[in-house]
C-alpha cells in the first residue's frame, strides 16, 4: 500500500524544477498532492495511511482549506467504514462572510475534544499551525499534524511545530518522492 501511494506521488504529485513556494520559498523540488489526493485510489491510499497516526482517542481530524479537504473526508470515511467514530472539520483561511461568521466547518464537538490535524505537505508548518490554533480557539485539544509528505528542508517545520506543542508525524519527506 505504501509503496503503491509512494508511485502514485512520484507520478504525479512531485516535479523537479525552480519553483516558488506558498511559504514564498524557492525550491527545485515542488510537491502538489492535490492530483493524488483527488483520485479515487490515491484518496483510498492516503487515507488508510494517514488514519494510522491519528490519535486513537480524537473525536474529529481536522485541516485548513484547500489541501486539506479532501483527505480529512478521506480519513473520516475510512475511519467509519472500520467502525471508528471520526468526524471531519474544515477550517476556513477566512471567517465565513455570512450567516454565523464560523471559523470552522463541520459537526460541532463538545468542548476538549481531541482533533488531529492533517495536511498534505508541509513546509514550514505555518497552514497546520494555522489549523490547530483556529481549533484550539473553538475549545479542542490539538496534539499532533499528519501529513503525506513532510518537505524537510530545513528543521523549521519541527522547530515551529514544537514551540505550540504540536507533534509532526509524516508518512513521507521529500527524499523519498525526489529518489529515483
Not at 512520484?10 to 524557492?26: F, R, V
Request: glycine letters at 10%; one cysteine or more.
Amino acid at each position: 500500500m505504501k509503496e503503491e501511494l509512494l508511485k502514485l506521488l512520484k507520478e504525479n504529485a512531485y516535479k523537479k524544477g525552480e519553483y516558488t513556494l506558498s511559504s514564498g520559498k524557492t525550491s527545485e523540488h515542488y510537491v502538489n498532492c492535490k492530483p493524488v489526493t483527488l483520485n479515487g485510489r490515491g484518496l483510498t491510499l492516503a487515507s488508510v495511511m494517514l488514519l494510522e497516526h491519528v490519535e486513537k482517542d480524537s473525536a474529529a481530524v481536522g485541516g485548513l482549506t484547500l489541501g486539506a479537504d479532501p483527505i480529512v473526508s478521506g480519513v473520516a470515511l475510512v475511519a467509519g467504514l472500520d467502525k471508528r467514530l471520526l468526524d471531519g472539520l474544515i477550517v476556513r483561511k477566512e471567517p465565513k462572510g455570512h450567516g454565523t461568521g464560523a471559523w470552522i466547518e463541520g459537526p460541532e464537538l463538545p468542548e476538549g475534544s481531541k482533533v488531529t490535524v492533517l495536511e498534505d505537505v508541509i513546509t514550514t508548518g505555518g497552514s497546520a499551525i494555522k489549523a490547530a490554533t483556529r481549533l484550539r480557539d473553538a475549545g479542542y485539544v490539538v496534539e499532533r499534524v499528519v501529513a503525506i509528505v513532510d518537505r524537510q528542508e530545513d528543521k523549521e517545520a519541527d522547530e515551529f511545530m514544537e514551540s505550540v506543542d504540536l507533534e509532526l508525524y509524516s508518512i513521507f519527506t521529500l527524499k523519498d518522492l525526489s529518489e529515483e
